[in-house]
C-alpha cells in the first residue's frame, strides 16, 4: 500500500471532506441544550403578541402626555386595574389611568405608562409630576421577535438562550441532528479490561476509557466491543467491520506504527478501505492513518494516551463536529506567547498540552509536560511549529 504523509490541516480537511452530518431527529425543545439544530427556524408569532407594560405603573392617553409635555400636573383618577394574563378590554380616557403591572397588556387608547414610584397616590387619584414621553415603559407587539423572524439556525448549538427564544415563540418539538455513534477499536494483545487480574507482561486497557469520556464531551454515541483485540489482521478486521456495520465513524487505537505486530495498515488493505493518508507531519501522531469505506471514515490513533488525547482535541474533534451538523466545526486557533520553553522542538512540529496562565498582567500559554498537574486559567492545546518553542515565541493556541 502506498504511503502517504500530509499535514495537519490537510488531513483534517480530507477527513472533514469525506464525512457528512448524520441524519436529524425530532426532540422536545426543553431537552434540547447543547444539540445542533437540523434547520433554520422561524417564529410563528409575534413575541409578544400584544402591547404590554414593561413595568407597574399607570397607563395614561396621549391627551394626559400632551399636557404633561407642557409641565402641567396631572392629576388622574384610577379607572381600573389589569393584571397580567388579564385578557379583559377596558376603555381608557383622558384625565383618567388604569393601574397596570408588569407584562400587563395594555388597553387601546395607552400612550405611555407611568412608574408607580414616579408618581403620587392621593386617595383614587395619581399625580403625576414629571414630564413623559409617548411609548415610554410600553413593549410593542413583536419588539422582542416579530413573526417571521429567524430564531435558531442550521448547523447551530442550542443553549439556553435559544430554548428560551424557542419556547417564547411557541415551539415544543425541533429537529437536531442526531448524537453520532462512534464505534471504538482496541487494539493490542497485552491490553486487559480494568477488573481482571493482570497477567505477567499485560497491562490496564486506559485508553477506552479516556476515548469513551471524550467522545460523550464532544456530544457523540460512544460504542465499543468486549475489550481490546488481540494483534491478528483477521481479529481486528472483523472489529473495525463491526464498528462500519454499527457506527457512522471508527476509532481504531493502536497498532498505528510499523513494527511486527502493528497492523492497522495491512488490515485496511484487508477489508478494501480506501486509504486517505498513513501519516500526518506532527508529532505526536506521525503514524496516524484515516482510511473510507462505506461511507465511513476509519480514524487510527497512536495507542499512547497522551498522544491519542492530544489528537483526539486537534484532529478528530473538527471531523466530530462536522458530523454532528455544527455549522462552525473547524478549530479555533489564536496567537498566544510561551510562559517556558518546549525542549526538542526546533527539528519538526508539534502538539503539546498547556495551561492558560497570568504573567506580569499579560495571558501566555504554560506548556505542560509529563506528570504536572493543571493549575492555570483554562487547559489548551499548543501548535508548534518547527523552529519554534523558546519562552517568548508566538505560537498557536487552542483552548479545550
Not at 414630564?131 to 417571521?148: D, L, P, V, Y
Not at 480514524?299 to 462552525?328: A, C, Q
Not at 493549575?375 to 499548543?382: A, E, S
Amino acid at each position: 500500500m502506498r504511503q502517504k504523509t500530509v499535514s495537519l490541516e490537510a488531513a483534517i480537511a480530507m477527513c472533514c471532506e469525506e464525512t457528512s452530518p448524520v441524519g436529524v431527529e425530532k426532540i422536545k425543545v426543553e431537552s434540547s441544550v447543547g444539540r445542533i439544530c437540523g434547520q433554520d427556524i422561524f417564529s410563528p408569532v409575534d413575541v409578544p403578541g400584544f402591547v404590554r407594560s414593561r413595568v407597574d405603573g399607570y397607563a395614561v392617553t396621549r391627551v394626559d402626555l400632551e399636557k404633561s409635555a407642557k409641565g402641567e400636573d396631572l392629576r388622574l383618577q384610577v379607572e381600573d386595574a389589569i393584571a397580567a394574563g388579564n385578557d379583559r378590554d377596558i376603555a381608557l380616557t383622558p384625565g383618567k389611568c388604569v393601574k397596570v403591572m408588569t407584562g400587563a397588556a395594555l388597553p387601546q387608547e395607552a400612550a405611555a405608562v407611568v412608574k408607580q414610584e414616579d408618581v403620587q397616590v392621593d386617595s383614587e387619584r395619581v399625580i403625576v409630576g414629571k414630564g413623559i414621553s409617548h411609548g415610554e415603559n410600553m413593549e410593542t407587539a413583536g419588539s422582542i421577535i416579530a413573526e417571521g423572524e429567524k430564531i435558531a439556525g442550521k448547523g447551530q448549538v442550542i443553549g439556553p438562550e435559544e430554548i428560551e427564544r424557542l419556547s417564547s415563540a411557541g415551539c415544543v418539538e425541533i429537529a437536531a441532528y442526531r448524537p453520532p455513534r462512534v464505534y471504538i477499536v482496541n487494539t493490542g494483545s497485552e491490553l486487559v479490561l480494568p477488573g481482571n487480574l493482570l497477567k505477567k507482561g499485560e497491562i490496564y486497557l486506559s485508553n477506552r476509557g479516556l476515548l469513551i469520556s471524550k467522545l460523550y464531551s464532544a456530544g457523540c454515541k460512544p460504542l465499543t466491543g468486549k475489550g481490546a483485540v488481540e494483534d491478528d489482521i483477521a481479529v481486528i478486521s472483523a472489529a473495525i467491520e463491526e464498528g462500519l456495520e454499527l457506527s457512522d465513524m471508527v476509532i481504531v487505537s493502536g497498532g498505528s506504527s510499523y513494527g511486527d505486530y502493528d497492523m492497522v495498515l495491512s488490515v485496511l488493505e484487508n477489508i478494501n478501505a480506501d486509504l486517505l493518508f498513513t501519516g500526518i507531519e506532527i508529532r505526536p501522531g506521525s503514524t496516524s492513518k484515516a482510511a473510507v469505506k462505506n461511507g465511513r471514515l476509519i480514524i487510527n490513533l497512536p495507542g499512547n494516551p497522551r498522544g491519542g488525547e492530544l489528537l483526539f482535541d486537534v484532529l478528530l474533534l473538527p471531523i466530530i463536529n462536522r458530523l454532528k451538523g455544527l455549522k462552525e466545526y473547524e478549530n479555533r486557533w489564536f496567537d498566544i506567547k510561551l510562559g517556558r520553553p518546549v525542549p526538542g522542538t526546533a527539528a519538526s512540529r508539534i502538539l503539546c498540552q498547556a495551561e492558560l496562565v497570568e504573567e506580569d498582567a499579560v495571558l501566555a500559554a504554560r506548556p505542560l509536560f509529563k506528570k504536572e498537574p493543571f493549575t492555570g486559567i483554562k487547559k489548551m492545546v499548543l501548535d508548534i511549529k518547527k523552529g519554534q518553542g523558546n519562552k517568548g515565541d508566538i505560537v498557536k493556541g487552542m483552548i479545550l
